[in-house]
């Protein structure tokens, strides 16, 4: 088995090293993972904290956080060797909301935060979980839970967040298609209002005489 050992381990890094320059190597980066705090404050004092995260991989736990307004949650991580690293963290906006993401996914993130210093960056904001990898342009990639992805959750053990996510893609689908129908309804509605106007003015100067016509019958 120690033999098999000594022959797998050279072989898989000389394997490694030939798909990734040993200078650029995901292996050896520190990625730095930031989560920032821009929820609204509405009526709580800016001293109160208004969002609690807590955040964890499978052996790692980052630790949780009551945070201020404007605050960041931050640690470093590598990949390691199975490219398998994953940290997800909870994010309760307090009275409000809840969610689960994933903070950092290696096969997802270790090319994407590398534009940036190494970073993954999040802001969390009043419509869902923004990401960012240059610091400059952000996409809402996990909004908050719907309401009804709220209600399905206890009862049917669903998972709130690919359940949340689904239905937010599936929702302009389904008003795209029902858009041209209320379109075509509303056109068959106006279609008979429509012919008669049509109708009514054709012009009928060119027809015989109706009196006419009856008085010929009767002869």
């Known amino acids: 088995m120690t033999n098999l050992k000594g022959i797998a381990l050279p072989f898989l890094l000389a394997f490694s090293l030939m798909h990734f320059p040993f200078s650029e190597s995901a292996w050896f980066i520190n990625y730095h993972i930031h989560i920032r705090n821009d929820l609204p404050l509405f009526k709580t004092p800016p001293e109160t904290p ?14 949780d956080k009551l ?57 969390v904001r009043s419509d869902g979980i923004y990401f960012s990898n240059n610091n400059a342009t952000w996409q809402n990639e996990y909004p908050w839970p719907t309401f009804l992805v709220q209600q399905l959750k206890p009862t049917l053990g669903l998972n709130p967040t690919l359940l949340n996510q689904s239905l937010h893609k599936v929702l302009p689908l389904l008003a795209r298609v029902s858009n041209p129908l209320e379109t075509m309804a509303a056109t068959t509605q106006r279609r008979p209002k429509a012919a008669y106007t049509v109708a009514s003015t054709i012009n009928t100067s060119y027809l015989p005489n109706s009196n006419h016509v009856i008085n010929e019958s009767r002869q």
Do not use: P
């Open 50 to 63: 208004n969002l609690f995260l807590d955040c964890k991989s499978k052996g790692k736990d980052v630790g």
């Open 67 to 123: 945070m201020l307004a404007r605050q960041d949650y931050t640690w470093d991580t590598k990949i390691n060797f199975a490219r398998s690293t994953h940290f997800y963290c909870n994010a309760r906006w307090v009275d409000h909301k809840e969610i689960t993401f994933d903070a950092f996914k290696a096969k997802r993130d270790e090319s994407r935060c590398r534009k940036y210093h190494n970073s993954c960056m999040w802001s």
